[in-house]
């Protein structure tokens, strides 16, 4: 698979390097296809997440990245870090009330916000105090042309502007002697068009479930192992460090339970590439917290428990929507239903649980354990050793050689 991106250059008064714009992709055509705005977006957050890293990318500068009205107000930016990264609001979203309060959430989050091919209106003007740039396009609001308000409001506020479409030495002069802060155009370089090659590990990890639905894990589990020895190493030199000898008997005796999370985590550990920590830690400890409480509740809903924890990150990983994973798996109408929409007969409890115990929520867990004639304690004890098991399956899947072959190889697949 190749995942096609783009950047241009932006530079400071002293044509110094200073930041990178990213700029959707789809082929080997270095220009903006035919696509949804909102679309483009979501696919370069996901690639920034998953496939070339947005710091990498960039080689560590800041990164402006396009957002439209809608992927504001779905509070998409959430899902980069906010370290380097500029929101770049374009020119066509309305400054409207919904709009404005998604600014302020943003701004008070951390993230930094640019204005792109701005146009003076007052109604923009509400909206300054948490603007960190402003771009003007040159081609649409000549230097010259740029009202004096704006220039009196971005001092007032402290906002940098940016002109954007410099395509030559002369309108760089004329930018630099009226005041521009920074610059962006063909003169200082076109944009950069990247490939990445992304190995096609999807047949193999649909495969992986396909077993681990069917239950022919077990024979391929030991020759896994056995043919990835560093892999078995990480798994007991982290996974059983973090497990008390209590919990060591429960495993030992549900040999089934602990059979299923070891392949749900060899299966995680083919995702091209992992997802970030946070969301592989929050993904693995769903998976044995649905695993113990299938137990208690219905045993023969374990694998379909766990796979309802899996198959989002799964999904995600692979750049595929939930739907059509789930079309090429055995699985049942109620997990389906859980996975698409949160609705079914059983398995979408588990995720309402899931999110209570992660919200903290004693109240909301206490109601929640009513569908499965559980105590809140046996679920906390159940949460907690999830927790602190995935913290074990979590050190085992970074010392996995397979991430460590992502790392060295990236820029070998580039293209």
Known sequence: MKIFSARQPVVNRQ?????????????????????????????????????????RFTNG?????????ENLLNDDAFSLPKDNLFIEIIESTKPTEEVYQACKKLFHSGYKLVLDDF?????????????????????LTPIEEVPSELWVLCRKYNIKLLAERIETQAQFELALNTGFNYFQGFWFGMPELTCYRV????????????????????????????????????????????????????????KYLRGQCLYGLYTLSFLPPFPAEKQLHKTLTRMVFHAQISLLYKPTLITEAMLLAILPTVAS?????????????????????ALIDGTGISLYKFSQLSRCFENGSCIQCTKELQLFDISYQQAHHCFSLARK??????????AHPHQIIYDQSFEAIKN
Not at 19 to 33: I, K, T
Not at 119 to 139: A, G, Q
Not at 199 to 222: M, T, Y
Not at 228 to 251: D, G, M, R, V
């Open 15 to 55: 044509q110094q390097l200073v930041a990178y714009e990213l700029l959707f992709r789809n082929s080997n055509d270095n220009c903006f296809p035919d696509v949804d705005p909102k679309l483009a977006t979501l696919e370069i957050i996901h690639h920034a997440k998953y496939h070339f890293g947005l710091q």
């Open 61 to 69: 500068l800041p990164a402006l990245v396009n957002f439209c009205e």
């Open 119 to 139: 146009v003076y209106e007052p109604d923009w003007c509400r909206f300054l105090p948490y603007i960190k740039v402003i771009k003007i396009d040159i081609s």
């Open 199 to 254: 190995p096609a590990a999807k047949e193999k990890v649909i495969k992986f479930i396909r077993d681990l639905i069917l239950g022919n894990h077990n024979q391929e589990l030991s020759e896994l192992f056995k043919a990835n020895p560093k892999l078995t190493e990480a798994i007991n030199q982290h996974y059983y460090a973090q497990i008390n000898t209590q919990f060591h008997q429960y495993l030992e005796q549900h």
């Open 317 to 337: 990983a692979l750049a595929i929507e939930i739907t059509e994973l789930t079309e090429q798996l055995p699985i049942s109408d109620d997990l389906k239903q």
């Open 389 to 398: 098991l995935a913290d074990g399956y979590l050190q085992a899947c970074l």
